[in-house]
Structures are given as structure tokens and as C-alpha cells.
Nanobody, 117 residues
Framework: QVGLVESGGGLVQAGGSLRLSCVVPGIIFRFNAMGWYRQAPGNQRERELVASITIGGGTNYADPVKGRFTISRDNAKNTVYLQMNSIAPEDAAVYYC?????????WGQGTQVTVSS
């Protein structure tokens, strides 16, 4: 595996759920906290941090997603997940995973989440 590979996005009705996955190269996964980021479509907004998880499993969430999204990591699979529940129209974006810290890995292609109301 060369880089970060996100999957699991798609079209979802408002109020629905999705589970995003990100397979991470082992050398990156083992030594870094990880985060899920998103970038809203159609503008030049920067990617915003949605959630982060430390190597030990400690988590933090952006206020807009608290109580709705859950980040987790599977150390055996070098994979980070984002469980998205009660999805709202404002959650529509391309979602990316990357390291959480001062240095990021090369960004992957992301996975698109589209919300119908």
C-alpha cells in the first residue's frame, strides 16, 4: 500500500448513517494519532478537522459532530473508522483521513458524502 485510502462514502438521507473507513500504511498508523477531516464541496474552504484519535484510543470531536460521529481505530488492520449517525445536510463533504499533528502524510482521494434532505 502506498498511501491513505478512504472508502465508505455515498448518498445518504438526512438522519441516516454511514461508516467511513481509511486504510493507513503501517509505518504511519503505528506511530501517529489519526484524524478525519472534511472539505465542503463547491468552495475553497480548507479541510476542517472532524475527529481525532490518539494511538492509545483517546478521542476528540469538533462541536458540530459531537454525539453523532464516532472515530475508532483497529490496530490489527491499520484502519481508522468514522461512524456517522444522524447525518445532517451540513455534513455533506469529501471526507479524508490523515495524521493528527503538525505533519500530515500525503492526502488521499477522500470519500464523498452526499446528503439528501
Amino acid at each position: 500500500q502506498v498511501g491513505l485510502v478512504e472508502s465508505g462514502g455515498g448518498l445518504v438521507q438526512a438522519g441516516g448513517s454511514l461508516r467511513l473507513s481509511c486504510v493507513v500504511p503501517g509505518i504511519i498508523f503505528r506511530f501517529n494519532a489519526m484524524g478525519w477531516y472534511r472539505q465542503a464541496p463547491g468552495n475553497q474552504r480548507e479541510r476542517e478537522l472532524v475527529a481525532s484519535i490518539t494511538i492509545g484510543g483517546g478521542t476528540n470531536y469538533a462541536d458540530p459532530v459531537k454525539g453523532r460521529f464516532t472515530i475508532s481505530r483497529d490496530n490489527a488492520k491499520n484502519t481508522v473508522y468514522l461512524q456517522m449517525n444522524s447525518i445532517a445536510p451540513e455534513d455533506a463533504a469529501v471526507y479524508y483521513c490523515n495524521t493528527f499533528g503538525p505533519l500530515n502524510a500525503i492526502w488521499g482521494q477522500g470519500t464523498q458524502v452526499t446528503v439528501s434532505s
